[in-house]
């Protein structure tokens, strides 16, 4: 009783810190997403050295896109490409793209990759208390999707929280304790769990 009293106050508490969202504009977020659909539009491509395809933005949570925008902008997340796509960005932009993508939810193709998707199960389970059953409804709209997105870009976010160039200390902690079969495997169970998230190929 005491532990539930605790979590609801902590729940309580991370509410009122949560920054005010505000829902953007999904008309001008079609105009302002043209320029990124040259890759997150177009499925198979592929991010060179080292080698991932380009993640699936097509119905990810729209406040966890504007997270990761903004951390690209920071540098919090290291990556020149999209650290220039989103260096040009006004907030107001990334509302707008962000809520565009959010609408574009596809019929979610899934596959496997190169892990072991029944030991990844095991060591998913995890990751359900942030990332929510099968990864696929995060306790939060700023957390992401995992279900559906493509297994190797996973396994490449993974490894970059492990080696620090994406920095959240919530998923350090948690990218430190695996190895890089673990990594393997985690994504492959993730990337074969159903989800709304799609490669857009009508827009
Ligand atoms: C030249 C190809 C390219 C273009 C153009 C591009 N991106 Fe990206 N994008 C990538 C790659 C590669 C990544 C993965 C980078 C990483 O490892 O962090 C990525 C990652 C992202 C992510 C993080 C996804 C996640 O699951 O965390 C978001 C959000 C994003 N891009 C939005 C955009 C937006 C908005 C635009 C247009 C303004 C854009 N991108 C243009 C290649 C591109
Ligand atoms: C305490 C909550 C929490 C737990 C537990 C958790 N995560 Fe996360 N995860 C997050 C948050 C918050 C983010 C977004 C961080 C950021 O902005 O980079 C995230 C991001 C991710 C991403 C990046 C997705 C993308 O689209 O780029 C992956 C992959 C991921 N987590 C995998 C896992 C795995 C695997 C586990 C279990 C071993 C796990 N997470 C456990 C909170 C959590």
Same mark, same amino acid.
């Given at each position: 009783?005491?532990?539930?009293?605790?979590?609801?106050?902590?729940?309580?508490?991370?509410?009122?810190?949560?920054?005010?969202?505000?829902?953007?504009?999904?008309?001008?977020?079609?105009? #302002? *997403? @043209?320029?990124?659909?040259? %890759?997150?539009?177009?499925? &198979?491509?592929?991010?060179?050295? $080292?080698?991932?395809?380009?993640?699936?933005?097509?119905?990810?949570?729209?406040?966890?896109?504007?997270?990761?925008?903004?951390?690209?902008?920071?540098?919090?997340?290291?990556?020149?490409?999209?650290?220039?796509?989103?260096?040009?960005?006004?907030?107001?932009?990334?509302?707008?793209?962000?809520?565009?993508?959010?609408?574009?939810?596809?019929?979610?193709?899934?596959?496997?990759?190169?892990?072991?998707?029944?030991? #990844? *199960? @095991?060591?998913?389970?995890? %990751?359900?208390?942030?990332? &929510?059953?099968?990864?696929?409804? $995060?306790?939060?709209?700023?957390?992401?999707?995992?279900?559906?997105?493509?297994?190797?870009?996973?396994?490449?976010?993974?490894?970059?929280?492990?080696?620090?160039?994406?920095?959240?200390?919530?998923?350090?902690?948690?990218?430190?304790?695996?190895?890089?079969?673990?990594?393997?495997?985690?994504?492959?169970?993730?990337?074969?769990?159903?989800?709304?998230?799609?490669?857009?190929?009508?827009?």
């Amino acid at each position: 009783m005491r532990f539930l009293s605790s979590l609801t106050v902590l729940f309580a508490f991370f509410l009122t810190i949560s920054p005010a969202f505000a829902a953007g504009d999904i008309a001008a977020g079609k105009d #302002g *997403a @043209a320029t990124c659909m040259g %890759c997150h539009g177009a499925p &198979g491509i592929r991010n060179a050295y $080292p080698v991932f395809r380009v993640p699936k933005l097509g119905g990810q949570q729209e406040q966890y896109l504007v997270v990761a925008l903004k951390a690209y902008q920071s540098g919090e997340r290291s990556h020149p490409t999209m650290q220039a796509q989103a260096g040009s960005l006004t907030d107001i932009e990334i509302n707008n793209i962000s809520a565009y993508f959010n609408t574009l939810a596809g019929s979610g193709t899934v596959e496997r990759g190169g892990g072991d998707a029944e030991a #990844g *199960a @095991a060591k998913a389970q995890a %990751c359900f208390a942030c990332h &929510g059953q099968g990864g696929s409804k $995060p306790i939060t709209p700023m957390y992401p999707i995992l279900a559906g997105q493509y297994p190797d870009y996973l396994s490449h976010a993974l490894s970059s929280y492990k080696s620090g160039t994406r920095n959240n200390a919530i998923m350090k902690s948690f990218a430190a304790t695996l190895s890089d079969k673990d990594i393997d495997d985690i994504s492959a169970y993730f990337g074969s769990q159903a989800s709304p998230l799609s490669t857009p190929v009508n827009w």
